[in-house]
């Protein structure tokens, strides 16, 4: 099983940056895509951004142009800058480590952290 530890989170105002940072180990060879998901209060936990091979990227509609993710292969770490943010970001961020189908999907993922919470004032 992997270990997912998020770190980063804050309070921030709108238009501000935050950078969260997501280090995996445990069964790292079990995956090979990463990505950032967030649950607000009140809603369903939500896909926010993923990472697959060869470093393609995928991001909800609500953040792109935001959000960029990355990834340190040699540290299992992945990152989300968070740029321009708003009101609305407001939530518990989380990441996960899986095969392509389960990060873009979110379907089969079942091993969480405790996520980081990001607080965006107006």
């Known amino acids: 099983q992997v270990q997912l530890v998020e770190s980063g989170g804050g309070l921030v105002q709108a238009g501000g940056s935050l950078r969260l940072s997501c280090a995996a180990s445990?069964?790292?060879?079990?995956?090979?895509?990463m990505g950032w998901y967030r649950q607000a209060p009140g809603k369903q936990r939500e896909f926010v951004a993923g990472?697959?091979?060869?470093?393609?990227?995928r991001y909800a509609d609500s953040v792109k142009g935001r959000f960029t993710i990355s990834r340190d292969n040699a540290k299992n770490t992945v990152y989300l800058q968070m740029n321009s943010l708003k009101p609305e970001d407001t939530a518990v961020y989380y990441c996960?480590?899986?095969?392509?189908?389960?990060?873009?999907?979110?379907?089969?993922?079942?091993?969480w952290g405790k996520g980081t919470l990001v607080t965006v004032s107006s």
């Open positions: 445990g069964s790292v060879f079990s995956f090979n895509a």
């Open positions: 996960n480590a899986d095969t392509t189908l389960r990060i873009a999907t979110m379907r089969g993922l079942t091993n």
């Open positions: 990472i697959f091979s060869g470093d393609s990227t």
